[in-house]
Protein backbone atom coordinates (compact mmCIF):
# COMPACT_ATOMS: atom_id res chain seq x y z
CA UNK A 1 0.00 0.00 0.00
CA UNK A 2 1.00 3.74 -1.00
CA UNK A 3 1.60 5.92 1.74
CA UNK A 4 -0.42 9.25 1.24
CA UNK A 5 2.02 12.18 2.08
CA UNK A 6 0.73 14.05 5.40
CA UNK A 7 -1.69 16.60 5.22
CA UNK A 8 1.30 19.72 6.39
CA UNK A 9 2.99 18.58 3.18
CA UNK A 10 0.10 20.17 1.46
CA UNK A 11 0.06 23.34 3.13
CA UNK A 12 2.33 26.11 4.24
CA UNK A 13 3.54 26.47 7.78
CA UNK A 14 0.87 28.62 9.20
CA UNK A 15 3.39 29.80 11.72
CA UNK A 16 5.39 31.44 8.36
CA UNK A 17 3.57 34.56 7.05
CA UNK A 18 6.13 34.99 4.05
CA UNK A 19 4.75 31.25 2.81
CA UNK A 20 1.04 32.61 2.69
CA UNK A 21 0.35 34.12 -0.69
CA UNK A 22 -2.32 36.67 -0.94
CA UNK A 23 -4.53 36.80 -3.87
CA UNK A 24 -4.43 39.75 -6.77
CA UNK A 25 -7.61 42.25 -6.33
CA UNK A 26 -10.17 42.06 -8.82
CA UNK A 27 -10.90 45.49 -8.41
CA UNK A 28 -8.19 48.46 -8.17
CA UNK A 29 -9.02 52.18 -6.40
CA UNK A 30 -8.90 54.85 -9.06
CA UNK A 31 -5.47 56.58 -8.43
CA UNK A 32 -5.88 60.34 -8.74
CA UNK A 33 -4.53 61.64 -11.09
CA UNK A 34 -3.05 65.52 -11.11
CA UNK A 35 -1.63 67.06 -14.15
CA UNK A 36 0.80 70.02 -13.53
CA UNK A 37 0.82 73.04 -15.45
CA UNK A 38 3.35 73.05 -18.36
CA UNK A 39 4.41 75.23 -21.34
CA UNK A 40 5.36 74.59 -24.65
CA UNK A 41 4.66 74.42 -28.68
CA UNK A 42 2.03 71.73 -28.03
CA UNK A 43 0.65 73.47 -24.66
CA UNK A 44 -0.07 76.37 -27.12
CA UNK A 45 -1.48 74.30 -30.05
CA UNK A 46 -3.60 72.46 -27.52
CA UNK A 47 -4.84 75.85 -26.26
CA UNK A 48 -5.78 77.12 -29.81
CA UNK A 49 -7.61 73.91 -31.02
CA UNK A 50 -9.64 73.68 -27.55
CA UNK A 51 -10.52 77.95 -27.94
CA UNK A 52 -11.39 77.07 -31.89
CA UNK A 53 -13.56 73.83 -30.95
CA UNK A 54 -15.38 75.82 -27.98
CA UNK A 55 -15.81 79.15 -30.09
CA UNK A 56 -17.46 77.04 -32.81
CA UNK A 57 -19.82 74.89 -30.53
CA UNK A 58 -21.55 77.66 -28.46
CA UNK A 59 -21.09 80.67 -31.35
CA UNK A 60 -22.19 78.31 -34.14
CA UNK A 61 -25.84 78.36 -33.29
CA UNK A 62 -26.20 81.99 -33.10
CA UNK A 63 -25.12 82.19 -36.91
CA UNK A 64 -27.79 83.62 -38.86
CA UNK A 65 -28.42 82.41 -42.62
CA UNK A 66 -31.09 84.31 -44.99
CA UNK A 67 -32.89 81.67 -46.85
CA UNK A 68 -35.49 83.69 -47.92
CA UNK A 69 -39.09 83.86 -46.65
CA UNK A 70 -41.09 81.15 -44.80
CA UNK A 71 -37.72 79.76 -44.14
CA UNK A 72 -35.88 79.70 -40.98
CA UNK A 73 -32.69 81.72 -40.79
CA UNK A 74 -30.17 79.91 -38.23
CA UNK A 75 -27.45 78.54 -40.45
CA UNK A 76 -26.87 75.18 -38.63
CA UNK A 77 -30.26 73.93 -37.78
CA UNK A 78 -32.11 70.19 -37.33
CA UNK A 79 -35.28 70.98 -36.64
CA UNK A 80 -37.42 67.22 -36.14
CA UNK A 81 -40.86 68.97 -35.75
CA UNK A 82 -40.27 70.30 -39.18
CA UNK A 83 -38.21 67.29 -40.78
CA UNK A 84 -35.10 69.21 -42.29
CA UNK A 85 -31.94 69.47 -41.52
CA UNK A 86 -30.19 73.20 -42.38
CA UNK A 87 -26.41 73.33 -43.07
CA UNK A 88 -25.69 76.90 -44.44
CA UNK A 89 -27.20 77.01 -47.98
CA UNK A 90 -27.76 73.17 -47.45
CA UNK A 91 -31.48 71.92 -46.90
CA UNK A 92 -31.59 68.09 -45.84
CA UNK A 93 -34.84 66.40 -46.23
CA UNK A 94 -35.73 63.00 -44.45
CA UNK A 95 -35.15 61.00 -48.06
CA UNK A 96 -31.97 62.40 -47.96
CA UNK A 97 -30.35 61.27 -45.00
CA UNK A 98 -27.74 59.35 -46.95
CA UNK A 99 -25.73 62.97 -47.14
CA UNK A 100 -25.75 62.72 -43.21
CA UNK A 101 -24.27 59.17 -43.90
CA UNK A 102 -21.86 60.50 -46.37
CA UNK A 103 -20.60 63.07 -43.91
CA UNK A 104 -20.36 60.48 -41.46
CA UNK A 105 -18.25 58.15 -43.44
CA UNK A 106 -16.16 60.72 -44.78
CA UNK A 107 -15.53 61.81 -40.95
CA UNK A 108 -14.57 58.23 -40.54
CA UNK A 109 -12.56 57.62 -43.05
CA UNK A 110 -10.79 61.06 -42.02
CA UNK A 111 -10.17 59.68 -38.86
CA UNK A 112 -8.56 56.77 -39.63
CA UNK A 113 -6.57 58.42 -42.50
CA UNK A 114 -5.33 61.07 -39.47
CA UNK A 115 -4.10 58.02 -37.33
CA UNK A 116 -2.22 55.93 -39.38
CA UNK A 117 -0.74 59.20 -40.18
CA UNK A 118 -0.45 60.92 -36.64
CA UNK A 119 -1.70 58.25 -34.17
CA UNK A 120 -4.57 59.73 -31.66
CA UNK A 121 -3.78 63.56 -32.76
CA UNK A 122 -8.14 63.71 -32.24
CA UNK A 123 -7.77 62.35 -28.46
CA UNK A 124 -5.42 64.44 -27.88
CA UNK A 125 -6.76 67.35 -29.20
CA UNK A 126 -10.22 67.80 -30.59
CA UNK A 127 -12.10 64.83 -28.82
CA UNK A 128 -15.35 66.63 -26.82
CA UNK A 129 -14.10 64.72 -23.57
CA UNK A 130 -9.95 66.10 -24.08
CA UNK A 131 -11.40 69.53 -24.87
CA UNK A 132 -13.82 69.67 -22.04
CA UNK A 133 -11.55 68.01 -19.91
CA UNK A 134 -9.43 70.72 -20.80
CA UNK A 135 -10.97 73.62 -19.54
CA UNK A 136 -12.15 71.63 -16.72
CA UNK A 137 -8.63 71.09 -15.39
CA UNK A 138 -7.71 75.05 -16.36
CA UNK A 139 -10.60 76.22 -13.86
CA UNK A 140 -9.39 73.51 -11.59
CA UNK A 141 -6.09 74.86 -11.10
CA UNK A 142 -7.08 78.86 -11.44
CA UNK A 143 -8.77 77.97 -8.19
CA UNK A 144 -7.35 75.59 -6.33
CA UNK A 145 -3.49 76.01 -7.65
CA UNK A 146 -1.33 73.94 -9.80
CA UNK A 147 -0.44 70.02 -8.63
CA UNK A 148 1.29 70.61 -5.57
CA UNK A 149 -1.25 73.01 -3.94
CA UNK A 150 -4.28 70.59 -5.04
CA UNK A 151 -2.14 67.70 -3.81
CA UNK A 152 -2.09 69.60 -0.60
CA UNK A 153 -5.34 70.68 -0.13
CA UNK A 154 -7.09 67.44 -1.01
CA UNK A 155 -4.97 65.66 1.79
CA UNK A 156 -5.61 68.64 4.29
CA UNK A 157 -8.26 68.69 6.84
CA UNK A 158 -11.73 70.17 5.58
CA UNK A 159 -11.31 74.22 6.62
CA UNK A 160 -13.63 77.02 5.82
CA UNK A 161 -10.97 78.14 2.89
CA UNK A 162 -10.85 74.08 1.32
CA UNK A 163 -14.73 73.89 1.21
CA UNK A 164 -14.43 77.34 -0.12
CA UNK A 165 -12.39 76.81 -3.06
CA UNK A 166 -14.31 73.18 -3.67
CA UNK A 167 -17.48 74.86 -3.84
CA UNK A 168 -16.20 77.42 -5.85
CA UNK A 169 -14.70 74.63 -8.03
CA UNK A 170 -17.98 72.56 -8.77
CA UNK A 171 -19.81 75.46 -8.90
CA UNK A 172 -17.91 76.89 -12.07
CA UNK A 173 -17.95 73.59 -13.31
CA UNK A 174 -21.47 73.02 -13.02
CA UNK A 175 -21.81 76.55 -14.97
CA UNK A 176 -19.40 75.04 -17.67
CA UNK A 177 -21.55 71.99 -17.79
CA UNK A 178 -25.12 74.26 -18.34
CA UNK A 179 -24.09 76.12 -20.70
CA UNK A 180 -22.93 72.87 -22.77
CA UNK A 181 -26.30 71.53 -22.48
CA UNK A 182 -28.00 74.96 -23.05
CA UNK A 183 -25.94 75.22 -26.27
CA UNK A 184 -26.80 71.67 -27.33
CA UNK A 185 -30.44 72.46 -27.73
CA UNK A 186 -29.72 75.89 -29.71
CA UNK A 187 -28.80 73.32 -32.63
CA UNK A 188 -32.57 71.67 -32.41
CA UNK A 189 -34.84 74.91 -32.13
CA UNK A 190 -34.73 78.73 -33.13
CA UNK A 191 -31.97 79.52 -31.03
CA UNK A 192 -33.09 83.08 -29.62
CA UNK A 193 -36.41 81.94 -29.16
CA UNK A 194 -35.72 78.47 -27.04
CA UNK A 195 -33.51 80.94 -24.74
CA UNK A 196 -35.91 83.41 -24.28
CA UNK A 197 -38.53 80.34 -23.39
CA UNK A 198 -36.19 78.33 -21.42
CA UNK A 199 -35.45 81.30 -18.71
CA UNK A 200 -39.20 82.00 -18.80
CA UNK A 201 -39.83 78.49 -17.72
CA UNK A 202 -41.85 78.02 -21.21
CA UNK A 203 -39.69 75.36 -22.48
CA UNK A 204 -41.27 72.26 -23.92
CA UNK A 205 -40.26 69.38 -21.34
CA UNK A 206 -37.92 67.65 -23.96
CA UNK A 207 -35.63 71.08 -23.81
CA UNK A 208 -35.24 70.89 -19.90
CA UNK A 209 -34.36 67.13 -20.27
CA UNK A 210 -31.90 67.49 -22.76
CA UNK A 211 -30.11 70.80 -20.86
CA UNK A 212 -30.29 68.32 -17.70
CA UNK A 213 -29.05 65.49 -19.38
CA UNK A 214 -25.94 66.88 -20.98
CA UNK A 215 -25.10 69.10 -17.78
CA UNK A 216 -25.07 66.53 -15.71
CA UNK A 217 -22.86 64.08 -18.08
CA UNK A 218 -20.54 67.08 -18.58
CA UNK A 219 -20.10 67.79 -15.15
CA UNK A 220 -19.63 63.90 -14.54
CA UNK A 221 -17.25 63.16 -17.69
CA UNK A 222 -14.75 66.02 -17.33
CA UNK A 223 -15.04 66.80 -14.14
CA UNK A 224 -14.65 63.33 -12.33
CA UNK A 225 -14.17 60.78 -14.68
CA UNK A 226 -11.47 62.45 -16.79
CA UNK A 227 -9.16 59.86 -18.15
CA UNK A 228 -10.97 57.09 -16.72
CA UNK A 229 -13.65 57.89 -20.24
CA UNK A 230 -10.59 56.88 -22.43
CA UNK A 231 -9.12 54.30 -20.51
CA UNK A 232 -12.08 52.39 -20.00
CA UNK A 233 -15.35 54.07 -21.38
CA UNK A 234 -13.95 55.20 -25.03
CA UNK A 235 -13.50 51.80 -27.80
CA UNK A 236 -11.55 53.89 -29.79
CA UNK A 237 -8.28 52.81 -28.04
CA UNK A 238 -8.94 49.49 -28.69
CA UNK A 239 -9.01 49.21 -32.59
CA UNK A 240 -6.41 52.19 -33.66
CA UNK A 241 -3.63 49.59 -33.31
CA UNK A 242 -4.96 48.28 -36.36
CA UNK A 243 -4.18 51.65 -37.93
CA UNK A 244 -0.91 52.07 -36.59
CA UNK A 245 2.43 50.81 -38.16
CA UNK A 246 6.03 51.61 -38.09
CA UNK A 247 5.78 54.82 -40.06
CA UNK A 248 3.13 56.04 -37.87
CA UNK A 249 4.07 59.47 -35.99
CA UNK A 250 3.74 58.89 -32.29
CA UNK A 251 4.50 60.31 -28.82
CA UNK A 252 7.73 58.35 -28.44
CA UNK A 253 10.71 58.30 -25.94
CA UNK A 254 13.89 57.77 -27.04
CA UNK A 255 15.21 54.66 -24.78
CA UNK A 256 18.56 54.86 -26.57
CA UNK A 257 19.85 57.98 -25.55
CA UNK A 258 17.74 57.93 -22.27
CA UNK A 259 18.90 55.35 -20.69
CA UNK A 260 20.32 54.13 -18.17
CA UNK A 261 18.32 57.26 -16.29
CA UNK A 262 18.92 58.36 -12.88
CA UNK A 263 19.47 61.63 -10.65
CA UNK A 264 22.35 63.45 -11.37
CA UNK A 265 24.47 66.25 -9.43
CA UNK A 266 26.00 68.87 -11.19
CA UNK A 267 29.36 68.00 -10.88
CA UNK A 268 28.81 64.48 -12.14
CA UNK A 269 30.09 63.44 -15.36
CA UNK A 270 27.84 62.31 -18.05
CA UNK A 271 29.19 59.91 -19.87
CA UNK A 272 28.29 56.15 -19.44
CA UNK A 273 24.69 57.62 -18.50
CA UNK A 274 21.13 58.69 -20.33
CA UNK A 275 20.05 61.80 -20.45
CA UNK A 276 16.72 60.75 -18.52
CA UNK A 277 17.99 62.03 -15.14
CA UNK A 278 14.00 60.52 -13.66
CA UNK A 279 12.67 64.00 -12.77
CA UNK A 280 9.20 62.86 -13.76
CA UNK A 281 8.60 65.87 -14.98
CA UNK A 282 6.48 63.91 -18.25
CA UNK A 283 4.62 61.96 -15.97
CA UNK A 284 3.57 64.94 -14.29
CA UNK A 285 1.98 66.71 -17.07
CA UNK A 286 0.15 63.77 -18.14
CA UNK A 287 -3.77 63.65 -18.45
CA UNK A 288 -4.13 60.35 -18.05
CA UNK A 289 -1.14 59.92 -15.63
CA UNK A 290 1.14 56.89 -17.29
CA UNK A 291 5.04 57.14 -17.50
CA UNK A 292 5.84 57.34 -21.76
CA UNK A 293 8.90 56.13 -20.79
CA UNK A 294 7.62 52.68 -20.29
CA UNK A 295 6.41 52.88 -24.22
CA UNK A 296 3.71 52.78 -25.99
CA UNK A 297 -0.21 52.55 -24.32
CA UNK A 298 -3.41 52.28 -24.37
CA UNK A 299 -3.84 54.92 -22.00
CA UNK A 300 -1.55 57.56 -24.00
CA UNK A 301 -3.74 60.10 -25.90
CA UNK A 302 -0.98 61.55 -27.99
CA UNK A 303 -1.60 65.52 -26.39
CA UNK A 304 2.41 65.66 -26.40
CA UNK A 305 2.55 67.85 -23.22
CA UNK A 306 5.13 65.15 -21.99
CA UNK A 307 7.50 66.31 -24.84
CA UNK A 308 6.94 70.39 -23.61
CA UNK A 309 7.70 69.02 -20.25
CA UNK A 310 11.31 66.92 -21.24
CA UNK A 311 12.00 69.59 -23.50
CA UNK A 312 11.73 72.12 -20.71
CA UNK A 313 13.94 70.16 -18.33
CA UNK A 314 16.87 69.22 -21.21
CA UNK A 315 17.22 73.44 -21.53
CA UNK A 316 17.51 73.48 -17.83
CA UNK A 317 20.09 70.71 -18.19
CA UNK A 318 21.90 72.00 -21.14
CA UNK A 319 21.04 68.95 -23.41
CA UNK A 320 19.47 68.25 -26.62
CA UNK A 321 15.72 68.73 -26.79
CA UNK A 322 13.92 65.36 -28.01
CA UNK A 323 14.33 63.02 -25.64
CA UNK A 324 10.74 62.82 -25.95
CA UNK A 325 9.33 63.68 -29.10
CA UNK A 326 6.71 63.01 -31.63
CA UNK A 327 8.39 60.31 -34.06
CA UNK A 328 7.89 57.18 -35.99
CA UNK A 329 9.06 54.32 -34.63
CA UNK A 330 11.13 53.34 -38.09
CA UNK A 331 12.87 56.80 -37.53
CA UNK A 332 13.69 55.95 -33.92
CA UNK A 333 15.05 52.92 -34.86
CA UNK A 334 17.20 54.15 -37.58
CA UNK A 335 18.44 57.28 -35.08
CA UNK A 336 19.57 54.90 -32.30
CA UNK A 337 21.87 53.05 -34.56
CA UNK A 338 23.08 56.65 -35.84
CA UNK A 339 21.87 56.02 -39.30
CA UNK A 340 19.67 59.10 -41.03
CA UNK A 341 15.69 58.47 -40.35
CA UNK A 342 13.25 58.13 -43.04
CA UNK A 343 9.93 59.32 -43.19
CA UNK A 344 7.14 57.66 -45.02
CA UNK A 345 4.10 59.81 -44.71
CA UNK A 346 3.18 57.76 -48.51
CA UNK A 347 2.46 54.09 -48.23
CA UNK A 348 0.10 51.31 -48.79
CA UNK A 349 -3.06 52.54 -45.83
CA UNK A 350 -2.15 56.44 -46.66
CA UNK A 351 -3.15 56.02 -50.09
CA UNK A 352 -5.89 53.52 -49.29
CA UNK A 353 -7.60 55.76 -46.95
CA UNK A 354 -7.13 59.08 -48.96
CA UNK A 355 -9.06 57.08 -52.14
CA UNK A 356 -11.56 56.05 -50.20
CA UNK A 357 -11.56 59.60 -48.76
CA UNK A 358 -11.32 61.06 -52.06
CA UNK A 359 -14.39 58.55 -53.56
CA UNK A 360 -16.38 59.32 -51.00
CA UNK A 361 -15.92 63.08 -51.21
CA UNK A 362 -16.28 63.13 -54.94
CA UNK A 363 -19.40 61.22 -54.75
CA UNK A 364 -21.11 63.44 -52.67
CA UNK A 365 -20.14 66.68 -54.82
CA UNK A 366 -21.80 64.99 -57.74
CA UNK A 367 -24.96 64.08 -55.80
CA UNK A 368 -25.00 67.70 -54.48
CA UNK A 369 -23.94 69.16 -57.99
CA UNK A 370 -27.03 67.07 -59.25
CA UNK A 371 -29.43 67.10 -56.56
CA UNK A 372 -33.20 67.83 -57.62
CA UNK A 373 -35.19 70.11 -56.54
CA UNK A 374 -38.40 67.74 -57.25
CA UNK A 375 -39.19 64.51 -55.97
CA UNK A 376 -41.97 62.31 -57.08
CA UNK A 377 -43.52 59.23 -55.80
CA UNK A 378 -46.61 57.13 -57.77
CA UNK A 379 -48.35 54.88 -55.77
CA UNK A 380 -50.74 52.56 -58.02
CA UNK A 381 -53.61 51.67 -56.12
CA UNK A 382 -54.20 47.92 -55.40
CA UNK A 383 -57.98 47.73 -54.40
CA UNK A 384 -59.05 47.13 -56.70
CA UNK A 385 -56.15 47.02 -59.32
CA UNK A 386 -58.51 47.97 -62.25
CA UNK A 387 -61.58 49.15 -62.89
CA UNK A 388 -64.15 48.60 -65.80
CA UNK A 389 -66.06 51.33 -66.84
CA UNK A 390 -69.68 51.04 -68.65
CA UNK A 391 -68.46 51.90 -71.83
CA UNK A 392 -65.63 49.35 -71.54
CA UNK A 393 -62.61 51.26 -70.67
CA UNK A 394 -60.94 50.07 -67.97
CA UNK A 395 -59.68 53.12 -65.58
CA UNK A 396 -56.50 53.09 -63.04
CA UNK A 397 -56.21 55.18 -60.12
CA UNK A 398 -52.64 56.57 -58.68
CA UNK A 399 -51.90 58.65 -55.91
CA UNK A 400 -49.25 61.00 -57.02
CA UNK A 401 -47.08 62.86 -54.18
CA UNK A 402 -44.68 65.46 -55.44
CA UNK A 403 -41.81 67.12 -53.36
CA UNK A 404 -40.95 70.71 -54.18
CA UNK A 405 -37.96 71.90 -52.69
CA UNK A 406 -38.30 75.65 -54.07
CA UNK A 407 -38.92 78.12 -51.60
CA UNK A 408 -42.14 79.75 -54.03
CA UNK A 409 -45.27 77.84 -55.37
CA UNK A 410 -45.01 75.90 -58.73
CA UNK A 411 -47.25 74.17 -61.12
CA UNK A 412 -46.20 71.45 -62.79
CA UNK A 413 -47.57 69.28 -65.68
CA UNK A 414 -47.98 65.36 -65.28
CA UNK A 415 -47.38 63.70 -68.43
CA UNK A 416 -48.81 59.97 -68.81
CA UNK A 417 -47.17 57.49 -71.15
CA UNK A 418 -47.31 54.06 -72.03
CA UNK A 419 -50.80 53.64 -73.78
CA UNK A 420 -51.84 54.57 -76.71
CA UNK A 421 -54.58 56.91 -76.38
CA UNK A 422 -55.30 57.46 -72.32
CA UNK A 423 -56.24 60.37 -70.79
CA UNK A 424 -56.14 61.20 -67.22
CA UNK A 425 -58.05 63.25 -64.63
CA UNK A 426 -57.37 64.40 -61.13
CA UNK A 427 -59.83 63.42 -58.47
CA UNK A 428 -63.22 65.76 -58.86
CA UNK A 429 -61.77 67.25 -62.40
CA UNK A 430 -62.26 67.19 -65.65
CA UNK A 431 -60.42 64.17 -68.31
CA UNK A 432 -57.65 65.32 -70.32
CA UNK A 433 -56.03 63.57 -73.31
CA UNK A 434 -52.70 65.38 -73.07
CA UNK A 435 -51.23 66.69 -69.87
CA UNK A 436 -52.79 67.42 -66.15
CA UNK A 437 -51.72 70.64 -64.11
CA UNK A 438 -51.03 70.97 -60.39
CA UNK A 439 -49.94 73.12 -57.74
CA UNK A 440 -47.54 72.81 -54.91
CA UNK A 441 -46.71 75.21 -52.39
CA UNK A 442 -42.85 75.73 -51.27
CA UNK A 443 -41.00 73.47 -49.47
CA UNK A 444 -44.25 70.92 -49.14
CA UNK A 445 -45.58 67.57 -50.34
CA UNK A 446 -48.54 67.81 -52.77
CA UNK A 447 -50.52 64.88 -52.83
CA UNK A 448 -53.01 64.51 -55.88
CA UNK A 449 -55.02 61.17 -56.81
CA UNK A 450 -55.02 60.81 -60.63
CA UNK A 451 -57.45 58.75 -62.49
CA UNK A 452 -55.97 57.00 -66.17
CA UNK A 453 -58.67 55.78 -68.40
CA UNK A 454 -57.66 53.58 -71.52
CA UNK A 455 -59.65 51.62 -73.91
CA UNK A 456 -59.42 47.59 -73.87
CA UNK A 457 -58.17 47.10 -76.99
CA UNK A 458 -55.17 49.30 -76.82
CA UNK A 459 -53.74 47.02 -73.70
CA UNK A 460 -51.27 44.69 -74.82
CA UNK A 461 -50.04 42.81 -71.45
CA UNK A 462 -52.78 42.16 -68.21
CA UNK A 463 -49.51 44.77 -66.61
CA UNK A 464 -48.49 47.39 -68.92
CA UNK A 465 -45.44 49.32 -68.25
CA UNK A 466 -46.38 52.95 -68.46
CA UNK A 467 -44.38 56.13 -67.28
CA UNK A 468 -45.24 59.45 -65.18
CA UNK A 469 -43.01 62.50 -66.21
CA UNK A 470 -42.62 65.41 -63.42
CA UNK A 471 -42.56 68.82 -66.47
CA UNK A 472 -41.50 72.16 -64.42
CA UNK A 473 -42.43 76.15 -65.34
CA UNK A 474 -39.94 75.77 -68.13
CA UNK A 475 -40.73 73.02 -70.09
CA UNK A 476 -37.79 70.25 -68.58
CA UNK A 477 -38.31 67.31 -67.68
CA UNK A 478 -37.77 67.93 -64.24
CA UNK A 479 -38.34 63.81 -62.29
CA UNK A 480 -39.98 60.62 -64.29
CA UNK A 481 -41.31 57.52 -62.36
CA UNK A 482 -42.17 54.18 -63.99
CA UNK A 483 -45.15 51.68 -62.50
CA UNK A 484 -48.09 49.89 -64.52
CA UNK A 485 -51.48 49.93 -65.43
CA UNK A 486 -53.46 47.02 -64.52
CA UNK A 487 -56.20 45.34 -67.00
CA UNK A 488 -58.21 42.14 -67.49
CA UNK A 489 -55.48 40.37 -69.45
Not at 422 to 427: C, G, I, R
Not at 469 to 483: E, K, L, M, N, Y
Request: charged fraction near 20%; charge should be positive; include cysteine.
Amino acid sequence: MVAMPERRDLEPAATDPQSVTTPAPLYASRVRVYPRKVSGTWRSVKWVVLAACLTIYYAAAWLRWDRGPNAPDQAFLIDIVGGRAYFLDLEIWPQEVYYITGLLILGAVGLFLATSLFGRVWCGYSCPQTVWTDLFMLVERWIEGDRNARIRLDKGRMTARKAALKTAKHAAWLLIAFATGGAWILYFNDAPTVTRAFFAGQAGAGVYFFVALFTVTTYTLAGWAREQVCTYMCPWPRFQAAMFDEHSFTVTYRAWRGEPRGAKRKTQSWEGRGDCIDCKACVQVCPTGIDIRNGPQLECISCGLCVDACNEMMDRIDRPRGLIDWTTLAADAAASKREKPVYRIVRSRTLIYTALLVMVAAVMVVALALRSTVEVNVLRDRSPQFVTLADGSIRNGYTIKILNKTRSTVTYRIQFEGVAGATMALSGGAPSAGTVEVTVNPDSVGSFALFVRAERGVLTDKFQAVQFSIIDPAGDVAARRSTVFAGPG
